[in-house]
């Protein structure tokens, strides 16, 4: 094996000297190689704007936790180059491309930069700059000489910083793949410019390589792209058959959707993490290597960067980190222990030799192997009702319905992806933290002209044709509010803006404030914008029926929240606060709503549940220094209902509860190992028994 790795050692002022060590990055069929060695690699998406730098290394530090490891982000064009050339370039607080890139690095984790720079991520405009649209002659993403230009020109200029910084893998730094467009070829934009299309990703792919050579380029969606660029797959689910336009390129699932952003006037969706867990599983099986979370933390949407008229202001995602940076039980637990159980046949999942054996019915062996290497099987039910028992190799194994067993030995299934073993755990909002002022916010109101901020416009004017937000508000706002009649002038109404004054909430667990009550609008915290508010729109009654994780996943097809305020909390990010002095909230307010019921919160574990079988060890675990309060419950078998609301059924046990609140009470998590004594009383309820628990946090 070739020996790439190696590092130099560097002068600084005679005296300093620090050691660069380089890694390879390069590509073959079955995986990335790194450092010469083919790679797993798990990465999940945070987009830096959606956090504060204060969140970024917790966020990443749970990222690593949770098995990760690389972090990948776009890049965001308009939010860096809001005006065209601008002697310095937006690179600060939310949009320190650099220092997140480097708190990647500093957690020892790979980043993999999807410059586009066109992005398709719930953002304003893609993350084009709206000047663009003023260049003459411009048409945008295609083979046009004023947009290659341009596009050129900020590539280049991301480009050029990261290598300054030594971020790419080669320099020593953190940077393993590296993205020029996004999702062309999704059919309609490549018919959508006929030849051009083509001719323009010809050009990207040459421009791209001749910034950098050294790491891989991708094109996720591009099917047609052309060499040595690397053609990838998004989406919930068929990544499985998904097979690379060229045999040297490996087979990388680029975005593989967590969940799905939320709409104003939409329920809440959710993906189980069930789902999640067996099309993961299926893709290494089917000989993938590289897949990326879109997203492993959504985040939010503050201000400007709202992403469109529909978009919530939350962008949570019902990702494994909930958008405040808290873990989201048992998304999180189970994917990390998915992660942790592929790994162990990373070297036979990238130098084995394949063999699938399918049995009908939906049902699949796959074992990789070879000389030297331990064996690795994935044993599948893809069926999507009917649960199976396989034999394999003289042993029996119960795959349920939709789901993927991981045998990294060939012998003994160490997970299997509908067999959650993590805690459930259900967050709350609770003001015990939150001071005494927010019982008690007391309002002033003023009403404001809008002509105070709506630039270069008085406050009215006459057109007579419809008003298109890009060339109204030139970007600078995400709101844009007219009313118009056929034949009379545009009106700006009138709005209020208000305020009022609080005290920081006690403690570290992130705040959040209920804008329950008001209508629609702004709203800013010691003037840091927390996004556009509009409580007053209650989703959709309909659309939160039973789900089951089973079968195909669409975005409508687990939701909640029906018929509740599209959105009540918005994040308030603690480095937003000032402690020991007094903050301002200011509303912006356009439908007259009424800000008495308005009040800071926390947002913490409340509940927590989960099962162990015989022999397991159960574990539970509060949060943000809260401890378990009481035990809820503990039952043999099937309980009724759900975590939050077990009501009865199964064979509830005084032994079991006892022995759980001596481990537990009064402590932030406790782990007791289940044994044959606990529960002696269930002791006729069939083989394996498994102890169902739940607990308060507080
Ligand atoms: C971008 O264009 C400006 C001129 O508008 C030029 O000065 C600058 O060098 C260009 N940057 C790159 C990286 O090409
Ligand atoms: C995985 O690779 C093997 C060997 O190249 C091939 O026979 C098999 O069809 C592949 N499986 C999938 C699902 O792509
Ligand atoms: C699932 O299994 C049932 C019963 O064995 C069978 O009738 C059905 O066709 C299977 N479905 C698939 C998709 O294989
Ligand atoms: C919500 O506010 C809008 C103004 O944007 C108003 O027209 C509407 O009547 C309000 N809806 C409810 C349910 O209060
Ligand atoms: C691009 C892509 O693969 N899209 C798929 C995403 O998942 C949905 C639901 O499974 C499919 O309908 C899309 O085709």
Redesign the pocket.
């Known amino acids: 094996m070739e020996i790439s790795k190696y590092c130099l050692l560097l002068l600084v002022a005679s005296s300093l000297y620090y050691i660069v060590c380089s890694t390879t990055v390069s590509h073959d069929g079955r995986a990335l190689v790194i450092d010469g060695q083919r790679r797993v690699i798990f990465s999940g998406s945070i987009h830096y704007p959606r956090s504060t730098p204060e969140m970024w290394p917790d966020l990443i530090r749970k990222s690593k936790e949770g098995g990760l490891d690389a972090i990948e982000t776009y890049v965001f064009w308009n939010g860096h180059e809001p005006r065209r050339?601008e002697v310095v370039y937006n690179f600060e607080g939310n949009y320190d491309l650099i220092r997140f890139l480097k708190e990647v690095q500093n957690a020892g984790l790979y980043a993999i930069l999807r410059i586009g720079p066109y992005v398709c991520a719930e953002w304003n405009y893609g993350g084009l700059p709206v000047w663009l649209y003023k260049i003459p002659g411009m048409q945008t993403r295609t083979d046009n000489q004023p947009w290659k230009d341009e596009m050129?020109?900020f590539t280049?200029?991301i480009v050029?910083k990261v290598k300054e910084e030594r971020l790419l893998a080669t320099q020593g730094g953190p940077i393993i793949l590296l993205q020029i467009e996004n999702e062309y070829g999704n059919g309609d934009i490549e018919i959508h410019y006929g030849e051009a299309g083509p001719r323009y990703i010809n050009w990207c792919a040459n421009m791209a390589e001749s910034l950098v050579s050294d790491v891989p380029w991708i094109m996720c969606q591009q099917s047609d792209a052309p060499q040595p660029m690397i053609n990838t797959c998004n989406g919930f689910s068929g990544c499985d058959a998904f097979t690379p336009n060229n045999g040297n390129s490996p087979k990388i699932w680029t975005e593989n959707w967590t969940g799905w952003f939320k709409n104003w006037g939409s329920p809440d969706p959710h993906r189980p993490v069930e789902e999640v867990a067996f099309q993961v599983a299926r893709f290494f099986q089917s000989n993938g290597t590289i897949q990326n979370y879109y997203m492993y933390h959504g985040g939010t949407n503050f201000g400007r960067t709202s992403g469109g008229p529909y978009i919530v202001t939350s962008y949570d995602y019902d990702a494994p980190l909930d958008e405040y940076g808290n873990i989201r039980q048992p998304k999180w637990g189970h994917l990390k222990e998915l992660h942790a159980s592929v790994k162990l046949m990373e070297k036979a999942l990238t130098y084995g030799e394949v063999v699938e054996d399918h049995l009908g019915n939906g049902l699949t062996i796959t074992k990789f192997s070879g000389d030297g290497i331990v064996p690795g099987c994935f044993l599948s039910n893809q069926n999507s009702t009917v649960d199976a028992t396989i034999s394999f190799q003289g042993t029996k194994y119960f795959l349920p319905a939709w789901s993927v067993s991981i045998l990294p030995d060939c012998k003994k299934e160490v997970y299997n992806t509908a067999k959650v073993k993590t805690q459930t755990s259900i967050m709350v909002k609770k003001k015990d933290n939150a001071g005494d002022q927010s019982k008690d916010l007391r309002w002033s109101w003023k009403p404001e002209r809008l002509h105070d901020s709506a630039k270069g416009f008085g406050n009215s004017f006459t057109v007579n044709k419809l008003l298109e937000q890009k060339t109204t508000t030139v970007d600078a706002s995400d709101y844009l509010w007219y009313t118009t009649n056929k034949g009379e002038e545009l009106m700006l109404p009138l709005h209020l803006l208000l305020k009022t004054t609080f005290e920081a909430p006690l403690g570290s667990e992130p705040v959040v404030v209920d804008l329950l009550g008001l209508g629609k609008g702004e709203a800013w915290v010691n003037g840091n914008s927390l996004g556009r508010f509009w409580p007053n729109i209650t989703a959709n009654p309909d659309g939160c029926k039973q789900c089951d994780y089973r079968g195909n996943f669409q975005a409508n097809k687990c939701q909640t929240a029906c018929g509740e305020a599209s959105q009540r909390w918005y994040h308030v990010p603690r480095s937003f606060l000032k402690r020991g002095e007094p903050n301002t909230l200011t509303l912006f307010e356009e439908a007259g709503g009424d800000p008495n019921q308005v009040n800071f919160q926390t947002v913490t574990v409340g509940t927590a549940c989960t099962s162990a079988g015989e022999g397991d060890v159960l574990s539970l675990s509060c949060q943000g220094g809260r401890t378990i309060s009481s035990v809820d419950f503990a039952t043999f078998g099937e309980p009724d209902g759900t975590c939050g609301a077990y009501v009865s059924g199964g064979c509830g046990s005084d032994e079991a509860v006892v022995i759980l609140k001596n481990a537990c009470l009064g402590r932030d998590s406790c782990s007791i190992k289940i044994s044959d004594k606990i529960g002696t009383s269930c002791a006729k309820l069939a083989s394996p028994r498994k102890l169902v628990v739940q607990v308060t946090c507080s």
Do not use: S
């Open positions: 050339r050129q020109n280049t200029l050029d």
